[in-house]
């Protein structure tokens, strides 16, 4: 029994005397050091307007919304497609188990003129806004979180679906 005693601490010791010495000797070069950064002041005005801060999708749709619009009271989920000719702003969503999702708020906009070419929003945007939400059927999983939508197939709209534009030429502001 005092032999089986004296072989496991043996072996104790032996394992903590070979941790060590990898611990001085292979660590500082498997490991990176640690940096610290310098600390920074920060100004209090900046903290002040933290809560303030505006999406950088907010900046574009303020042209085309009030200042009490429901995009602007809160960061809206905005999807743009790979061009930026289409922008599918949402307040909320939520996914039914047969594949609907339903929208309290909503509103489309197309950009005819690329928005990339000039630093001010273009005014001939088109946009169709449903302000009492939809249930949209898309014919994959609305996931946008991963980069999954899909297309629309169906819809139904609650409300009233307004369709208006400052385009260049005078016409007539749709809704329906």
């Given at each position: 029994m005092l032999q089986r005693i004296l072989h496991s601490t043996a072996m104790f010791v032996a394992i903590f005397v070979a941790y060590q010495a990898y611990?001085?000797?292979?660590?500082?070069?498997?490991?990176?050091?640690?940096?610290?950064?310098p600390s920074q002041h920060v100004d209090p005005e900046v903290v002040a307007d933290?809560?303030?801060s505006v999406s950088k999708y907010q900046r574009v749709i303020a042209a085309y919304f009030p200042t009490d619009h429901w995009s602007q009271t809160?960061?809206?989920?905005?999807?743009?497609?790979?061009?930026?000719?289409?922008?599918?702003?949402?307040?909320?969503?939520?996914?039914r188990d047969d594949g609907r999702v339903d929208l309290s708020h909503f509103a489309l906009l197309i950009f005819p003129t690329p928005r990339q070419q000039s630093?001010?929003?273009?005014?001939?945007?088109?946009?169709?806004?449903a302000p009492q939400g939809a249930q949209l059927q898309f014919d994959k999983n609305f996931r946008p979180e991963r980069g999954e939508i899909g297309a629309i197939q169906h819809g139904t709209f609650p409300g009233k679906i307004s369709i208006r534009s400052d385009m260049r030429e005078p016409g007539p502001r749709t809704t329906w």
């Open positions: 611990v001085l000797a292979m660590v500082p070069w498997i490991e990176p050091p640690l940096s610290v950064r933290a809560g303030a809160r960061p809206p989920k905005v999807i743009e497609n790979e061009t930026g000719s289409v922008m599918f702003v949402l307040d909320d969503y939520a996914r630093p001010m929003p273009p005014r001939d945007a088109i946009i169709l806004e």
